[in-house]
């Protein structure tokens, strides 16, 4: 074990060095991603210094068993030597966890789309209430949101909405939502009292840089349009809102709520970036899914995930056969409590690949 923590702890004191280095603390974008790495490699060197401690103190214990005569002090030793023992086990355990291959994409801020699916008005007052949880679940971890395109629903809620997240580990977080939602319940448009089924779907991509997606500013069609919705005078004088299409591509991104056409044209092209990038990286994600034959797939956004049932107060979750009747609290972002099943999942899924089970 320890030889397998000691390359990362390693680098663990080569990021220090570097983030004392006046260079780079010039550098804030450089010196923000050494904050990063170093955050994720202190919890590796904190439980290394644990473990070496462990197995330091269970050498001496035995050497003390194996020397002493008196029984007192032999009995004092067998129980620090059970106790160490399962001191060591349990730490093996973190370890193991701490070894899984992380996610490289797992930091990086997010766009978060909610599109109405079937169900009509309903399917759009449904993409309102998700938009919600999410505010409220976002807010919860103090992560920044955004909405940068709302096309608002006929009875309320939302046709389409996206919202930019930023914060700490937002993708390693929000990646499990993405998928299909579905609801049952009695709408607020029905006049009967029946319970109907709607659905709406989620989509997370992870923000990436210019580095990562290269764009040929030829192949961009740029349109400034008039934004909708409220937003008073300015909104009918201005045209800041901005609508890109990637040309051999055919996808499309606007965004209009803000008020200036500049800032409007960066956050498109972050969420264009985004959308190109998934797309190119749809194939390959779909096929580690298949050879690990996942339980907690993210790659397949057509697939059902998640049923909401008001007249249960049920929510289940179809990917690992997940059932809570918190429906209340979760809705209004109470999302650990089904996200942390989730990444316990797939977890487990990936230590087990790594023990060749």
Request: net charge negative; proline share 3%; aromatic share 6%.
């Amino acid at each position: 074990m320890l030889d397998k923590l000691e390359p990362i702890v390693i680098k663990f004191e080569e990021v220090r060095q570097k983030l004392s280095d006046p260079s780079v603390m010039s550098d804030m974008k450089e010196f923000t991603r050494l904050s990063k790495e170093y955050k994720d490699l202190e919890d590796v060197k904190i439980i290394y210094d644990k473990y070496k401690d462990v197995l330091s103190n269970l050498k001496l214990t035995k050497e003390i068993l194996a020397s002493e005569r008196d029984e007192e002090m032999r009995d004092m030793a067998k129980m620090e030597l059970d106790e160490l023992g399962e001191q060591k086990e349990a730490l093996e355990e973190e370890i193991k966890v701490l070894l899984v291959p992380k996610d490289p994409e797992d930091d990086k801020d997010v766009m978060l789309e909610i599109r109405a699916g079937t169900g009509g008005d309903e399917a759009s007052i449904f993409a309102g209430d998700l938009l919600r949880m999410y505010i409220n679940y976002c807010e919860s971890k103090n992560w920044q949101i955004e909405i940068i395109s709302t096309s608002e629903g006929t009875a309320g809620g939302y046709k389409e909405v996206v919202m930019n997240v930023k914060g700490n580990n937002v993708y390693g977080t929000l990646k499990y939502e993405s998928g299909v939602h579905r609801v049952q319940r009695v709408p607020k448009t029905e006049s009967q009292g029946r319970v109907h089924t709607s659905a709406a779907s989620v989509a997370v991509l992870p923000e990436v840089d210019e580095v990562d997606v290269q764009i040929n500013p030829a192949d961009l069609k740029v349109d400034t349009f008039r934004a909708s919705g409220a937003g008073g005078q300015h909104v009918n004088k201005t045209e800041s809102a901005i609508r890109i299409t990637h040309i051999p591509t055919g996808v499309v991104v606007e965004c209009q709520e803000g008020r200036s056409q500049h800032k409007n044209r960066e956050i498109a092209m972050n969420w264009l970036r985004s959308k190109l990038y998934e797309q190119a990286n749809a194939a390959q994600h779909a096929e580690i899914s298949d050879k690990r034959k996942s339980l907690v797939s993210t790659g397949d956004r057509s697939a059902k995930i998640r049923t909401y049932n008001w007249p249960q107060g049920r929510i289940t979750d179809h990917r690992i056969g997940l059932t809570l009747y918190h429906l209340d609290a979760i809705v209004n972002g109470d999302l650990d409590q089904v996200i942390d099943k989730l990444k316990l999942t797939e977890q487990s899924e990936k230590l087990a690949a790594m023990e060749g089970f």
